[in-house]
């Protein structure tokens, strides 16, 4: 783990729609957009036999204060792989961004099912992780790295990481960061994790990020950010990193710009008392 710091301050829900005789269930994920304020709890829809997520209420509001201590938590990607030194990585470089002090903790092949080339899989990191560190927000990121194993026992993982973490941290703000894809087209199987974890995030109620849906990497930016060369092996190159770091600051930013929402309180129109 690092810790460099410094620098400056800190709906929709898809409906379903069914048949009146023969109902055809329709698989929706919520995607939840940092700049986009939902108006209710989200709905999350689920496959024929899994069980739902509970639905809970919208996001909370953000707020990032200056020096503010952020544990950024993923693979290879907050590892800082590719870049000329892990250290130009966009986890460390986030820090200059939002004025904060960055603790990084990446390891390389990771991910929630995945055990990574310099230490286990998020879960088992997790429960390893120092209480006294006491962050203030966790930034959790990834993983393409279990895209192969998906999606036997993900749920499981996700929701096994997620309740260690929020145990180990209570006060701290969690924001998901999905995965970013290292080659295009988006490979099917990160796509469906990208769904999954925005559909777990929007059932805690916790902000998700999701850089596919905000098409953070396409096919006229890949090379600028993707070294695809035998030592950067598809992961970001320091440019990217950089240009990553930007990304995820905006959207923090915006996040922290949401008005807070209230559930079921009444709207323009609606009668005060019912």
Known sequence: MHAPGHSRARRWGLPLLGAALAVAAVLTVAVLRPWGAPDAAPVVAVAEGEAPAAASAPPAPLVVEEGARVLVFGDSWVYGSAANVPTLGFAYVLADRLGVETVVDGVRGSGYLK????????????????????????????????????????????????????????DADIVILGPAPQVLPVEDATRRIDADLSAFAAARGWWYISPIAEDWITEANYLDVIDTGPIGRDHPSTGGHAYLADRVAAAIERIEQQPAVVADAPREGDGADR
């Not at 962050?135 to 194993?149: A, K, Q, T, W």
């Open 115 to 170: 055990p990574g080339i310099d230490g286990p899989s998020y879960g088992e990191r997790i429960a390893a992780l120092d209480p006294a560190l006491d962050p203030d927000l966790i930034i959790v990121e990834g993983s393409i790295n279990d895209r192969r194993l998906y999606p036997d026992g993900y749920r499981d993982a996700v929701t096994a990481a997620w309740d260690a973490l929020n145990a180990r941290y209570p």
